[in-house]
């Protein structure tokens, strides 16, 4: 007797439907337990890539020795930058580093002012001449500054405290110096 052309009896249709509507069941399952895998792997790798970047960051930053901190609990200080082109007192502004991110080295009036108000760590780093021309954003070295490079024009100097000093933007500003910054 050929079963395969008897009609299926009500309850064994009902069987069939049933058995098909689980195996369609447990495919989703698998899908969705491999899908929850993949992503368990993606976010394992991104946070492994994220330590090992961090790591070697680390590595790479010189270490914070005592020399290099000035305070742990911050501080306020005002030096003086005055700058001159061939004896003619050029304009400090008003507000340098003032702007959507509040800087610790910044002016607020226009008269040469350099506040540097800091509340925590602050390294020698942070304190240099040439951190107040950065948030100015304009050039100063030994060979440069605002608009003027040495040459037969004239060449750049610096005065601190009425003291000729050579480091130039590496120097490291104290409270109530007087800087002076020549091109002549
Ligand atoms: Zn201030
Ligand atoms: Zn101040």
């Given amino acids: 007797m050929d079963i395969s052309n008897q009609p299926l009896t009500k309850s064994e249709r009902r069987e069939l439907r049933r058995q098909s509507r689980a195996d369609e069941t447990a495919s989703l399952r698998r899908r969705q337990r ?25 590595a790479n930053q010189p270490p914070l ?29 008003a507000a340098i580093g003032l702007g959507l991110v509040h800087q610790p ?11 540097l108000e800091f ?5 020698k780093d942070d304190l240099t001449v040439g951190q107040f021309f950065n948030n100015w954003g304009k050039p100063f070295s030994r060979e440069r500054v605002l608009d003027y490079t040495n040459g037969p024009d ?9 003291e000729p000093n050579d480091a130039f933007e590496h120097y490291v500003m104290q409270d109530n110096d007087r800087i002076e910054i020549m091109y002549d």
């Fill in 65 to 93: 020795t005592e020399a290099d901190i000035v305070s742990r609990s911050g501080l306020h200080w005002h030096p003086e930058i005055a700058i001159y082109i061939k004896g003619m007192k050029q304009d400090v502004p």
């Fill in 154 to 162: 004239g060449t750049v100097k610096m005065y601190v405290n009425e």
């Fill in 34 to 58: 491999l899908k929850k895998t993949a992503i368990l792997i993606s976010i394992f790798f991104v946070i492994a890539a994220g330590i090992i970047a961090i790591a070697r960051y680390a």
């Fill in 119 to 123: 509340s925590s760590l602050v390294k």
């Fill in 105 to 115: 080295v910044h002016t607020h009036e226009a008269d040469g002012v350099v506040h």
